[in-house]
């Protein structure tokens, strides 16, 4: 009951912020966004030393593929944190500081679905081609992936800086109100990264798909190891539930232009932070924290940093 009590109470306190984020102005929607940007990091920090806290996580493919979600996600949360403050209070950064920030923001929030796009691959090599695995899954593989998705997380903007910088003697050194758009200076620009995105995410929802129905059938087909298929059926299909959340925050810029046509300032600036709230942070922040916590290796290991638990025993950790 107490217990109850105490969750009803949290929950409550919250609220209780978030209604006075909504009454108040700019400073404290910044305060907000910031504290509950802190909590998330704080969470996927204590998630990330829980994988590192075995020998077995750093070296099993999936957990490596899944730290590498915590810090990416993790990244992405701070850097388009600060990218939403700059918005708020209007500041104007040197284009050169600025493209750094849009950089990092922009690739990590590409990451995300290319590396959940990479961890469907590893299910399905596990459980369609398991002989095979040990060998195509190791280490060296893995790393190799996650470098071929900064790679392709991070080359359209880089061609974008450097035409920019090429064709712009003052591209570096003027100043902009710090976001995406300001980076280009011509309008093909714009619209080859719409293009780009839409080939980007249809191709790592086709790798899903195609993960997830292979692995439905070769789960119904096999006698034997039924478990660790359902597993990963299941797993495949959270990741495409992760992909849809992804695709969410691309709704972003257009409730963003609506927002702005409604004509006043204070409405634009609620609805502006209750986009970048609910569209494009919480679902980035939640989808990790799920993930882990149904992983019934790690969950025990979470609660237990989480809540510095005291004493030596700690939970045997089983890697299926």
Excluded at 55 to 80: G, W
Excluded at 117 to 127: F, N, Q, T
Excluded at 196 to 206: H, N
Excluded at 305 to 318: A, D, H, I, L, P
Aim: proline share 3%.
């Amino acid at each position: 009951m107490s217990v109850t009590n105490e969750s009803s109470s949290e929950i409550l306190f919250v609220q209780q912020i978030f209604q006075v984020a909504m009454a108040e102005g700019p400073i404290m929607k910044i305060v907000f966004s910031t504290l509950l940007a802190i909590f998330f990091i704080y969470l996927n920090a204590v998630m990330v030393y829980t994988l590192w806290s075995k020998a077995v996580f750093k070296e099993t493919p999936r957990y490596i593929l899944f730290t590498h979600m915590l810090l990416n996600d993790s990244i992405q949360l701070l850097f388009t944190s600060m990218l939403f403050i700059f918005s708020l209070f209007l500041l104007k950064l040197i284009r050169v500081a600025c493209a750094i920030i849009v950089f990092v923001s922009v690739t990590t929030f590409l990451n995300a679905p290319l590396n959940l796009a990479v961890m469907s691959l590893e299910r399905y090599v596990a459980i369609c081609f398991p002989l095979r695995h040990a060998e195509i899954a190791t280490q060296k593989s893995t790393c190799i992936a996650i470098g071929v998705v900064w790679f392709i997380g991070s080359i359209n903007f880089i061609i974008d800086f450097l035409y920019g910088a090429l064709m712009d003697s003052e591209f570096l050194t003027s100043q902009i109100s710090c976001d995406r758009k300001p980076l280009f200076i011509k309008p093909w620009q714009a619209k080859v990264l719409q293009g780009f995105s839409i080939f980007y995410f249809v191709s790592v929802s086709v790798i899903i798909l195609f993960t997830y129905i292979n692995i439905v059938i070769t789960a119904r087909s096999i006698s034997s190891n039924k478990g660790s298929a359902a597993k990963a059926h299941k797993t495949v299909l959270l990741h495409l539930i992760q992909l849809g959340l992804c695709l969410s925050s691309f709704l972003y810029n257009f409730i963003e232009r609506a927002a702005a046509e409604v004509g006043n300032s204070a409405l634009f600036l609620d609805l502006r932070f209750l986009n970048y709230l609910f569209v494009l942070i919480l679902p980035r922040c939640l989808s990790p924290l799920i993930y882990g916590l149904r992983d019934d290796a790690v969950r025990p290991l979470f609660i237990y940093y989480f809540c510095f638990v005291t004493g030596k025993r700690r939970s045997t950790v089983n890697v299926h």
